[in-house]
């Protein structure tokens, strides 16, 4: 088996990489930073002995995502399984308070790359009959009402995207999972200038705890799945609730963190920072 991961080099992208390798998947890893590459999959190859490729390529550019296109679809070296996991979130400000561009882009990754990547990989999974995608989305796709809008739309769509094809899939012996995680350490929060020192400790989880759920979950078919006891209890307390009540308390947490930086010159002085997920 081999699977191609987006984001590999880092957070949680990193550790479905590594879960994946010990349990005797070969990879293809996919990232920008080339040197970065090079260094994780030797890291990878030589703790597992699986064999690890390298793709470099950004996934916002059209070039970029051909490359990944052309290796999914190489019929001499098949790739089985397709983790969507490389995404970004909104600088301080959310929506409202930066340009539309950075909102753009955040949509080219969260949810362009990972339609175009999917579309590109799943007729040749269907023609086999098996393999499949894992879609990394968040728990923030279930938490309307916060100031990063565009993020949580991204995830919704991920969710919904990776949930229907499941239903879609279900007769081709193709899977599909989506994997909805609270807040995680890596390298997200600090790439969008996004700070998290209000965050209670008991509500972070590791990369590891995500991709051993997520490839759990993955290997059953399992459409759904929210890693970490504490926040599947608040998504099933959360589903159940009148959706004012559920937007009102995930703003209140969300007003928690605080930021070091203002966002754009277009931001509205009121607008609050948050820590996204
Ligand atoms: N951390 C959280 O709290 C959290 C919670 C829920 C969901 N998530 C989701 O989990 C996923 C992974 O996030 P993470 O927390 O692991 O973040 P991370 O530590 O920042 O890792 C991001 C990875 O994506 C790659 N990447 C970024 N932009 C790219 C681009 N344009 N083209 C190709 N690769 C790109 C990065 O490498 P290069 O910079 O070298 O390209 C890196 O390997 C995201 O979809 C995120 O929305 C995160």
């Known amino acids: 088996m081999r699977a ?3 984001g590999a080099t880092s957070g949680i992208g990193l550790a479905i990489a590594a879960e994946l390798a010990l349990r005797g998947t070969d990879l293809v890893i996919v990232a920008r930073d080339k040197n970065r590459l090079d260094s994780v999959a030797a890291r990878l190859a030589n703790y597992s002995g699986v064999t690890v490729e390298t793709l470099a390529a950004d996934l916002l550019d059209d070039a970029g995502i051909a490359a990944v296109i052309s290796r999914l679809q190489d019929a001499d070296s098949v790739v089985d399984m397709l983790v969507n996991n490389a995404g970004i979130g909104l600088p301080p400000g959310g929506f409202l308070g930066n340009d539309i561009d950075t909102s753009r882009r955040l949509t080219s990754l969260n949810v362009d790359a990972v339609m ?14 098996r393999g499949g995608l894992l879609t990394v989305a968040s728990i923030a796709a279930f938490t309307p009402g916060t100031p990063a809008i565009t993020y949580s739309a991204s995830k919704a769509w991920a969710v919904a995207f990776g949930e229907g094809l499941n239903t879609l899939l279900r007769s081709t012996g ?9 807040f995680v ?9 996004v700070a998290t020192a209000g965050i209670p400790e008991r509500l972070w989880l590791t990369p590891e705890q995500v991709a051993i759920a997520a490839v759990n979950a993955f290997a059953r078919n399992t459409p759904l799945v929210v890693p970490g ?3 599947r209890t608040g998504f099933a307390i959360g589903s159940r609730l009148p959706r ?7 703003a209140a947490l969300m007003s928690r963190t605080s930021s070091p930086r203002t966002g754009s010159s277009s931001a509205a002085p009121s607008i609050q920072t948050e820590g996204t997920v």
């Open 116 to 129: 175009r990547l999917s579309h590109a990989a799943l007729p040749a999974m269907i023609r086999r009959g």
């Open 244 to 250: 004012p009540w559920l937007r009102a308390g995930f």
């Open 4 to 6: 191609l991961v987006t």
């Open 229 to 231: 006891a504490i926040w």
């Open 185 to 193: 350490r890596s390298e997200f929060h600090s790439r969008s200038g």
């Open 174 to 182: 193709v899977h599909s999972t989506v994997v909805a995680p609270g």
